[in-house]
T-cell receptor, first 117, second 112 residues
Framework: NAGVMQNPRHLVRRRGQEARLRCSPM?????VYWYRQLPEEGLKFMVY????????ESGMPKERFSAEFPKEGPSILRIQQVVRGDSAAYFC???????????????FGDGTRLSIL | EDKVVQSPLSLVVHEGDTVTLNCSYE??????LLWYKQEKKAPTFLFML????IEKKSGRLSSILDKKELFSILNITATQTGDSAVYLC????????????FGRGTSLIVHP
């Protein structure tokens, strides 16, 4: 009964490269949420997706960042032309439906630590 | 803009002590308040609170919500070194995407 799976656990990129972060939700969950966490700060919401749809991307920077959750396969958070300020832990969470529908909490993955050299 | 403030930011205690962590919030159309425990990796869910005055309990951990004064507390009794973690508080609002807003967390260190 696997939980939310994120990979890679650690990712190192040089400035200007692309970073791809993957998230497979828990079995039976069709809603995925991405968060960013800087040291000693709380989780900042980035984007909320359902299969093949972006529901809410109000927390995601307009440039260089994109997210998808295809019909088949994991959700991908993509950061193009990375800069030092993108260094952070990126967490993915999933829920069976939108959290408001069932009044159930999100379940989190272990995160991807992104370091930009 | 929704706001969640946790205090203290950090706390150092000895095993056996009792601690109280605070979370105050400002949110339009409050729906629920959640507590998570974060060690080195994934935040793990502790409690969801929706009603004032009803204590939720799990072992040595308990939490209560005051919707009039807009705060919640998380109590841990007889602390153990395994309780060392960052404790995150989040609030959800009704309507829209129900995306929770998180506080910065309280870092708890329990010394043997």
């Amino acid at each position: 009964n696997a939980g939310v799976m994120q990979n890679p656990r650690h990712l190192v990129r040089r400035r200007g490269q692309e970073a791809r972060l993957r998230c497979s939700p828990m079995k039976g969950h069709s809603h995925v949420y991405w968060y960013r966490q800087l040291p000693e700060e709380g989780l900042k919401f980035m984007v909320y997706l359902q299969k093949e749809n972006i529901i809410d991307e109000s927390g995601m920077p307009k440039e260089r960042f994109s997210a998808e959750f295809p019909k088949e396969g994991p959700s991908i958070l993509r950061i193009q032309q990375v800069v030092r300020g993108d260094s952070a832990a990126y967490f993915c969470a999933s829920s069976p439906q939108g959290v408001g529908v069932l009044n159930q909490p999100q379940h989190f993955g272990d995160g991807t630590r992104l370091s930009i050299l | 803009e929704d706001k969640v403030v946790q205090s203290p930011l950090s706390l150092v205690v000895h095993e056996g002590d009792t601690v109280t962590l605070n979370c105050s919030y400002e949110v339009t159309n409050f729906r629920s308040l959640l507590w998570y425990k974060q060690e080195k990796k994934a935040p793990t869910f502790l409690f969801m609170l929706t009603s004032s005055g009803i204590e939720k309990k799990s072992g040595r951990l308990s939490s209560i919500l005051d919707k009039k004064e807009l705060f919640s507390i998380l109590n841990i009794t007889a602390t153990q070194t395994g309780d060392s973690a960052v404790y995150l508080c989040a609030v959800e609002r009704s309507g829209g995407s129900y995306i929770p807003t998180f506080g910065r967390g309280t870092s708890l260190i329990v010394h043997p």
